[in-house]
């Protein structure tokens, strides 16, 4: 069993930055990543980071977010900066086997954490 737990939401002005946190405890898989899911939309991925340190990007985040781990404590990151109001979402930290990629499908992955807010205002 894997247990997330995302921390470092928050409200923030456009062109602000916050990073957010999960921590891992069990034995994860080798891939985890970051979603966000806005109100009335489908759960989207964000970013991911494999056990290579290999990352991938969404298209509308590249640029602007950084994801990293911290393997000696378990500990996923997502820096985001220069943030925009469309960033306003409910954010998940998820983990998977298998390839690791932003765009497989949320159904696809095998643990989620309960999800961290981050709004951003105009």
């Known amino acids: 069993q894997v247990f997330l737990v995302e921390s470092g939401g928050g409200s923030v002005q456009a062109g602000g930055s916050l990073r957010l946190s999960c921590e891992a405890s069990g034995h994860t898989y080798n891939c985890m990543g970051w979603f966000r899911q806005a109100p009335g939309k489908e759960r989207e991925g964000v970013a991911t980071i494999d056990s290579d340190g290999n990352t991938k990007y969404a298209d509308s985040v590249k640029g602007r977010f950084t994801i990293s781990q911290d393997s000696a404590k378990n500990i996923l990151y997502l820096q985001m900066n220069r943030l925009k109001p469309e960033d306003t979402a409910m954010y998940y930290c998820?983990?998977?086997?298998?390839?690791?990629?932003?765009?497989?499908?949320?159904?696809?992955?095998?643990?989620w954490g309960q999800g961290t807010q981050v709004t951003v205002s105009s």
């Open positions: 998820a983990n998977r086997g298998g390839s690791c990629d932003p765009s497989v499908r949320a159904a696809a992955w095998n643990y």
